[in-house]
């Protein structure tokens, strides 16, 4: 049962790291379109980028915390298995 954990526990470590690295790329994105949507005068463009950025940073934040929900949550299948 432990290296099944710490299988969960690595795939959740590269999963997490893959989601930070695409929240970066989100808040560029979002950081891209609210200049430009407030260059062009184009509030819509302007909304949608700070919508990514909103959502980028909440992806980050629940990417942080996924390595070690996926750590709890491997404990616990240990108890229920057993």
């Known amino acids: 049962m ?3 954990r710490e299988l ?3 795939v959740a470590g590269t999963i997490a790291n893959a989601a930070i690295l695409a929240t970066v790329a989100g808040v560029i994105v979002g950081a891209v379109l609210w200049g430009f949507g407030i ?3 184009r509030p819509g463009v302007s909304q949608k ?3 990514t950025l909103v959502g ?3 992806c980050a934040i629940v ?3 996924l390595n070690t929900w ?3 949550f491997g404990q616990q ?3 229920v298995w057993n």
């Open 8 to 10: 969960l526990v690595s």
């Open 49 to 51: 980028g700070v919508q």
């Open 56 to 58: 980028a940073v909440v």
């Open 70 to 72: 996926i750590a709890w």
């Open 63 to 65: 990417a942080t915390g």
């Open 39 to 41: 260059a062009v005068q």
């Open 77 to 79: 299948s240990i108890s």
């Open 2 to 4: 432990d290296s099944a």
